[in-house]
Every structure is written in C-alpha cells, then in structure tokens.
C-alpha cells in the first residue's frame, strides 16, 4: 500500500538484539523475526516514538543524508505482523484511533507454545550450572571408561535381533521415541531457562523424519546465551549414553550384576543414543550441530544463503536457475557461506550415495524377507508371520512418512523456482 506523509504507523511490540551494524528484531509471540540495518531500526523507533510517516523521513535524512523509500520499507514491515498504519492525521476526528486501524491478512497468528505452564524459575533449576556440570563430570567418565575398554562400545550387531523379534523391536522403538521426546524436551526447557517459548513438532531432514523444536524466539536474545538451549538435546544424549557405557563397564569388571535381558537391551540401548549423537554431525542439513556453527559465524541464514550461492554458481550452466543478489552479505559471512558450500555438497553426495547403496538395498532386503514370510501365510508360521508384520509396520512407515514430506518439499521448492523464472 501507498503510506502519505501524514501517516501514523502503529508498532508492535518488539525485542532486539545489536550486532555490528545490523539488528534483529521480532514478535516472540508471532515467532517472526527479521534482521534490520541500524538505520532501519532508527527509523522503525522515530514510528514507534509517535512520528508520522514523512516526519520520520525527514529525521532519517537530516542522520544520514538520504531518503528512504517508506512504502517498500513499511511495507515489508506490514506483510510480516510489525507494523500496521493508522488513519492519518488532519483526518476527520483528528488525532488517530487504534481502534479503526485495519489488521493487514498477512499478520501473523500468535504462536501456542508448548509446555508454557513450565515455570521460567523451574526450567532454570533444572538447567543450572551444578547440573550442567554434573552432565560434563558423567560423559568424561563414560569417555574414561571408553578409552580403557574399547569393547565396551556396541557394534551394529546390538540392534540385530535374531529371538523374540518382535517384543525387542517393539522396545528398541519404544525406547527411540523416548529418546526423542527427551532431547527434545531438553531443547525446550533449555529454552524456557532463558525466556524463550518453543514449540515440538514433527519434520524431515532429506528424507529422514525427524523431531524438532522449534526455538525462533533465540533470536531475541543475545547470542552467547544461545549455546545452552542448542546444545542441550546433544548434552542428555551423551549423558544418557555414557551412564550407559559405566553400567555396562561396571558389569564387564565384575562389579555389577544384570540380569540377562538388560545384557541383551543395553547395548541396544547404547547404540540408539550413539547414532543419534552421530546425526546431530550431519551439519550438512539441520542438525543442533549446525546450528551451533551457524551462531558461531554469526550467519542468519547459512543454509539459505548457501543454496543460493549455490544456484548462482551453477546459473550459467542451467538456465532455470533464478541468480539471487547476495550483496548485502557481508564479506566475512560469504567467506563461511564459500566454506560451508563444500560441505553442503559433500554431504549431500554422501547421503545420496547411502541412500542408494545401503538404505535401499537393505529395505529391498528386508522387503523379500518380509514378503515371502507373509506370503507363507499365518498358518506356516504364526510367530514368524506376526514378527514379519511388525517389522513392516515399524520401518516402512516412517521412511514411507519421511519421503514423502521431503518429496513435498522437493516440489514446493521447484514451484517456487518454476514461478520466479523470468518470462
């Protein structure tokens, strides 16, 4: 829309965090937050302050010696929940009502954060510093135990069950999704330590279906503080796992006794949390990891950006591709973005290629297996039948659910890209 000089704008409330010459800011109740220059943030506060539209623009140019283009910067504004404007002054009832203003479509819905009845005090009791320190003290033991004994550690075989298939599937699967809930539980109230909102959801990684918390609200507070809610998914998990590694070490010198099923779940158990430790290196796509090294260069957006510069780079070659203008980026984050780019690729070639060469095979494998048992019919075998039926179940449809949600987003990206090409 067109704003006149006599425009009052109303602002939303909003928090902000410096860095450098640019700063972010956002709604934590709408989850939106967006990265400003300085003087972008000067003039959003002379709005704020009361000034009308054209009052606001003079002030920026008596600071800075140039006019701002108001309708494309309000407007961007407008269509992300910052801002709205209000009738203009000299207008007939004279000074504006915020009870007339117009909400635009495109304002954000507030967030509904999950577990919001977890007290701020509670979450930070359990993610203080004697408890992080207890985490550090556990993981360096369960490595001291590693490094005297090597053996201790599970190998693929712990998830190999060849008795009772189906009660241990249905444990060891019971047990991962338990896994889940609580790394991802430790992101939130991890979170909820430092003020943040967050929200559980369920997403993908290429294919891999994944949990997620959704923790936008980081963005509002200074950087250094971020760590903690970042990385504590990665801290339970290897807590948990090294717990684990001292009871099995415990019991291989002989000073614990486990009953023989615990013997055959534990290490299964060990192993869950290992490679879920190993996913969260994958910083090709996602991963805590990622995140981690994306706040440490700083980089607002590092997967984005790097896809971009990506499509730039391989532009000339395919004609579909859109150039994206990555000149704002500052020259120290496009140094990271150059770097990263190479990891993008290579990791991508990576999981491509067990995709095709390991998970495909062995689902193939798994799918003749299963085939020719059930085939066989109830009546052959009926506790083999009922295993086959539960291994079905157990791992097609989370790779089933994965896929598609990736092939999802494969296609929304193409129709993004099919609807920005020029002519």
Known sequence: MSYTPQTLIEVFPFVRQIDGEEAVIGRPETAVFLVLPKEGLELLDDLAAGKTVGAAQALFHDRHGELPDMDEFLGYLESKGIVRPLSAL?????????????????????VRYHFAGIAESTAQRIFSRPFVSACCVVIALGCAAVALDRHVLPGWRALFFTRNLTLMSLLTMAFYYSVLFIHEMAHL????????????????????????????????????RRYLPLLAGPLIDATSAALLILVLFSQRRGWLAIPSGAIRLLPAMLLVYLLSLLWQCFFFVRTDFYFVIANFFNCKNLMGDTEAYLRNRFAPM??????????????REMRVIRA???????????AFSALIFIHIPLVLGYFGLVSSTLAAGYGMNARAYLDALVMATLSVLPLLAGFWLWLRSLARSWSALARSAPG
């Open 90 to 110: 000299g207008q007939e009832g004279g000074a504006p009502s915020p009870g007339t203003a117009t909400v635009p479509a495109s304002t954000p819905a507030r």
């Open 340 to 350: 990263y780019s190479l990891v993008w690729i290579g990791g991508r070639l990576a």
């Open 189 to 224: 109230l991890a979170a909820r330590a430092i003020g943040v909102g967050s929200r559980l959801g369920i997403s993908h990684r290429l294919w891999t279906l994944v949990a997620e918390t959704d923790m936008s609200g980081l963005w509002g507070v200074p950087r250094q």
């Open 318 to 331: 395919l004609p579909f591709l859109r150039r994206t203008d990555l000149a704002h980026i500052p020259a």
